[in-house]
């Protein structure tokens, strides 16, 4: 089975630009979780798509949305780019979304923002 | 809130030493617990999980028991290799119904010949 694959794996921006991030599933994995990993805040929840509904969010500003398509991709938004927005951002994919499950990560995007 | 305490790293070691990084949580409830691995440029991978107290999960010779009255998941391994070097991370999820990793700051192994 193909892994979790993320694009594109490595962007640099500017401060006030936008940038859209992309994420393919596991095949047959419904939902799809979003983490931001920096050398200060470690990796922080963003949200977590289930069956094309967000179903939960982390302590984010409203600047970052997502979103999930039928065939379970998800993107994931973030506008007005500020400096501190550089990070690793990872996706997670898993079956169903129950505490138990192992979720399989991607190789992340690395965002730049100059 | 839940939360995830490691050992701050790096940790190192020489080959064939014996490892153990300390986790230790706090979470309302019976949390599941995993042990993640990140390679250099790599996203995480799964070492290994225990999803009820006393449970042992292990992994290519990595293990780790959900110990609940102490409220600690350390990981061991016997005798690593230099293969082993990578940042690990120690997380939960709990009992609200979401599945949302909570992660502890990660502990840098670095194992030299």
């Known amino acids: 089975k193909a892994g979790v694959t993320q694009t594109p794996r490595y962007l640099i921006k500017t401060r006030g630009q936008q940038v859209t991030l992309s994420c393919s599933p596991i095949?047959?994995?419904?939902?799809v979780s979003w983490y931001q990993q920096t050398p200060g805040q470690g990796l922080q929840f963003l949200f977590e798509?289930?069956?094309?509904?967000?179903?939960n969010k982390g302590n984010f500003p409203g600047r970052f949305s997502g979103r999930q398509f039928s065939n379970s991709r998800s993107e994931m938004n973030v506008s007005t780019l500020e400096l501190g927005d550089s990070a690793l951002y990872l996706c997670?994919?898993?079956?169903?979304?129950?505490?138990?499950?192992?979720?399989?990560f991607g190789p992340g995007t690395r965002l730049l923002v100059l | 809130g839940n939360s995830v305490t490691q050992m701050e790293g790096p940790v190192t070691l020489s080959e064939e030493a014996f490892l153990t990084i300390n986790c230790t949580y706090t979470?309302?409830?019976?949390?599941?617990l995993f042990w993640y691995v990140q390679y250099p440029g790599e996203g995480l991978q799964l070492l290994l999980k225990?999803?009820?107290?006393?449970d042992k999960g292990s992994n290519k010779g990595f293990e780790a028991t959900y110990r609940k009255e102490t409220t600690s998941f350390h990981l061991e391994k016997g005798s690593v290799q230099v293969s082993d070097s990578a940042v690990y991370f120690c997380?939960?999820?709990?009992?609200?119904?979401?599945?949302?990793?909570?992660f502890g700051k990660g502990t840098m192994l670095l194992v030299s010949p």
């Open positions: 997670a994919s898993h079956i169903q979304g129950t505490k138990q499950e192992t979720q399989y």
């Open positions: 979470a309302t409830g019976y949390p599941s």
């Open positions: 225990a999803t009820k107290a006393d």
């Open positions: 997380a939960l999820t709990d009992d609200s119904g979401y599945s949302t990793l909570t």
């Open positions: 095949s047959g994995h419904r939902s």
């Open positions: 798509y289930f069956s094309e509904t967000q179903r």
